[in-house]
């Protein structure tokens, strides 16, 4: 799975949009890009996923840029229950691979009152 | 959706002895399990894939003797901490895959070991 790289951590003003980037320059053809987040002492959280087209689903949005070098997971109205650890995860289809999920470093986000 | 349960979610135990962790998939069936490790701040570490009948595969620099692991049906694996140690205190995560493929992860275990 290609390598993917995140700020290690953002603020957010509650109730403004949290824009989370991630690089995956390496990223394949075939190779999807996933977002988890997990929440203090709690299991992974899926969010959302895409493969090229940008996605949209009642917690966030995903822009994919046209090369698919990078992405920005969108939380549109941050609230305090979102302060978490977000990751980003290329991998190829779920179908395709018996793999585990691999979990880079991600990115701790702290939404501010 | 998918549902995958832990338990106990938290427990304590004295050095030198045994304690088992059980994950559940609760609405399917998966015939793959995964076992994460997760000290504080650091993010998750897998430490085996666990398939229905068969043998773990174990990480490398998992001690497979150490961490037992069980997979007897599709619907439950049990991982095994023998002669707990205070640096094996960590919280334990498990995962299930659907049939699609998609992995579902329990809340996770934190084990203290005294």
């Known amino acids: 799975d290609a390598k993917t790289t995140q700020p290690p951590s953002m603020d957010c003003a509650e109730g403004r949009a949290a824009n989370l980037p991630c690089n995956h320059s390496?990223?394949?053809?075939?190779?999807?890009v996933y977002w988890y987040r997990q929440i203090h002492s709690q299991g992974p959280q899926y969010i959302i996923h895409?493969?090229?087209n940008n996605e949209t689903n009642e917690m966030a949005s995903l822009i994919i840029t046209e090369d698919r070098k990078s992405s920005t997971l969108i939380l549109p109205h941050a609230t305090l229950r979102d302060t978490a650890v977000y990751y980003c995860i290329v991998r190829v289809a779920p179908s395709n691979s018996g793999y585990a999920l691999n979990f880079g470093k991600g990115t701790s986000l702290l939404v501010t009152p | 959706g998918a549902v995958v349960s832990q338990h106990p979610s938290w427990v304590i135990c004295k050095s030198g002895t045994s304690v088992k962790i059980e994950c559940r998939s609760l609405?399917?069936?998966?015939?793959?399990m995964f076992w994460y490790r997760q000290f504080p701040k650091q993010s998750l570490m897998l430490m085996a894939t666990s398939n229905e009948g068969s043998k773990a595969t174990y990480e490398q620099g998992v001690e497979k003797d150490k961490f037992l692991i069980n997979h007897a049906s599709l619907t439950l694996s049990t991982l095994t901490v023998t002669s707990a140690h205070p640096e094996d205190s960590s919280f334990y995560i498990c995962?299930?895959?659907?049939?699609?493929?998609?992995?579902?992860f329990g809340p996770g275990t934190r084990l203290t070991v005294t």
């Open positions: 995962s299930a895959r659907d049939n699609s493929g998609e992995q579902y």
């Open positions: 390496t990223i394949s053809g075939n190779e999807y």
């Open positions: 895409g493969l090229k």
């Open positions: 609405d399917f069936q998966a015939t793959t």
